[in-house]
T-cell receptor, first 113, second 114 residues
Framework: DAKTTQPPSMDCAEGRAANLPCNHSTISGNEYVYWYRQIHSQGPQYIIHGLKNNETNEMASLIITEDRKSSTLILPHATLRDTAVYYCIVRVARKAAGNKLTFGGGTRVLVKP | DAGVIQSPRHEVTEMGQEVTLRCKPISGHDYLFWYRQTMMRGLELLIYFNNNVPIDDSGMPEDRFSAKMPNASFSTLKIQPSEPRDSAVYFC????????????FGPGTRLTVT
C-alpha cells in the first residue's frame, strides 16, 4: 500500500471549513484513499473514501486531484466535536490484500471556539 | 446493532500474569482485526481473521501473544506472560466482506501492566 504524508497538526475555527491535506504521490491505479478519525479515548471512525472522483457524505467531502497524488478532506462546518486525529490511508480494496489498514501518524486537528 | 463490543474496558495486571482481551464483532461481519495503540508506535495491526481463520499475524509482537476466533461472534487476544511494555490500548474491529470499505472499531481495552 502507498505511503501517505500528512501535517502533524492544525487548528481551525469553529463554524469554518477545515481542509486537511494528504500527499500520496506513489499511489497506484487500484488504490483507494480512505479517511478515518479518532476522537480522544475512542476507537477510530470511518469518514469517507474515494478512488478517482470527489466524494461527499454527511460527514465530509473528499477532493482527489486529477493525478491522484494528493487529496483533501473537507469538514464543511467544523464543530468542537470534530477535534480529533485524522488519518489518511491508501490501500487496495481487493481480496488478496485483505481489508487491513495501515495507520500513519495522522493530523491532530484542534477546533477552537 | 450494538457495534463491536470489547471487554474489559480497562485491565490492570502485574507483570507475569496472563491477560485475556475479548471481542464480539458486529453480527454478519466476516473480518475481524486486532490493533494495538501506543504513544511510541501509534496504531498498529496485530492480526486479522477472515471467516474465523487467521490470515495475517505478522504484526503479533512475539510468542507471548496469541489470538483465537473459535466462532463468528467471539475472539480473544491473550498475552502470557504479560510485561510492562505491553501496556497499550487494544482495539478490535470488524468489517463486512472482501473489498469492504469500512472497518468498525470497538471502544478499546486499556491495558496497564505494572
Amino acid at each position: 500500500d502507498a505511503k501517505t504524508t500528512q501535517p502533524p497538526s492544525m487548528d481551525c475555527a469553529e463554524g469554518r471549513a477545515a481542509n486537511l491535506p494528504c500527499n500520496h504521490s506513489t499511489i497506484s491505479g487500484n488504490e483507494y484513499v480512505y479517511w478515518y478519525r479518532q476522537i480522544h479515548s475512542q476507537g477510530p471512525q470511518y469518514i469517507i473514501h474515494g478512488l478517482k472522483n470527489n466524494e461527499t457524505n454527511e460527514m465530509a467531502s473528499l477532493i482527489i486531484t486529477e493525478d491522484r497524488k494528493s487529496s483533501t478532506l473537507i469538514l464543511p462546518h467544523a464543530t468542537l466535536r470534530d477535534t480529533a486525529v485524522y488519518y489518511c490511508i491508501v490501500r487496495v480494496a481487493r481480496k488478496a490484500a485483505g481489508n487491513k489498514l495501515t495507520f500513519g501518524g495522522g493530523t491532530r486537528v484542534l477546533v477552537k471556539p | 446493532d450494538a457495534g463491536v463490543i470489547q471487554s474489559p474496558r480497562h485491565e490492570v495486571t502485574e507483570m507475569g500474569q496472563e491477560v485475556t482481551l475479548r471481542c464480539k464483532p458486529i453480527s454478519g461481519h466476516d473480518y475481524l482485526f486486532w490493533y494495538r495503540q501506543t504513544m511510541m508506535r501509534g496504531l498498529e495491526l496485530l492480526i486479522y481473521f477472515n471467516n474465523n481463520v487467521p490470515i495475517d499475524d505478522s504484526g503479533m509482537p512475539e510468542d507471548r501473544f496469541s489470538a483465537k476466533m473459535p466462532n463468528a461472534s467471539f475472539s480473544t487476544l491473550k498475552i502470557q506472560p504479560s510485561e510492562p511494555r505491553d501496556s497499550a490500548v487494544y482495539f478490535c474491529a470488524s468489517s463486512l466482506g472482501q473489498g469492504s470499505h469500512e472497518q468498525y472499531f470497538g471502544p478499546g481495552t486499556r491495558l496497564t501492566v505494572t
